[in-house]
């Protein structure tokens, strides 16, 4: 199996920074896009970016020149590099990864735990 674990999150003050790190592990034969979402209390979980095996990258327009998401491809690693942190940021960030695994040998995506992230105005 694939399991995903995240780090990085905590509480931090308005227009402060974190960074987010997502690892991947498991029977892994390649990882495809990898990405982040998040999902705010009472709301839907919403893509924030993601980053392809090629290092194309796609990011929401409310985060655009303020994150940053970058991978390890050696490391099997998602990293989210959030500055300029605004409360609207506030929720539980999750990371994914679309697995092709030895056990599936089909494309998966996979869900990390998720890490809170808080930030006060």
């Known amino acids: 199996q694939v399991q995903l674990v995240e780090s990085g999150g905590g509480l931090v003050q308005s227009g402060g920074s974190l960074r987010l790190s997502c690892t991947a592990s498991g029977s892994i034969l390649r990882i495809n896009t990898m990405g982040w979402h998040r999902q705010a209390p009472g709301k839907q979980r919403d893509l924030v970016a993601g980053i392809t095996s090629g290092g194309s990258t796609n990011y929401v327009d409310s985060v655009k020149g303020r994150f940053t998401i970058s991978r390890d491809n050696a490391k099997n690693t998602v990293y989210l590099q959030m500055n300029s942190l605004e409360p609207e940021d506030t929720a539980i960030y999750f990371c994914?990864?679309?697995?092709?695994?030895?056990?599936?040998?089909?494309?998966?995506?996979?869900w990390g735990q998720g890490t809170q992230v808080t930030v006060s105005s």
């Open positions: 994914n990864a679309d697995v092709v695994s030895y056990h599936r040998m089909y494309e998966y995506t996979y």
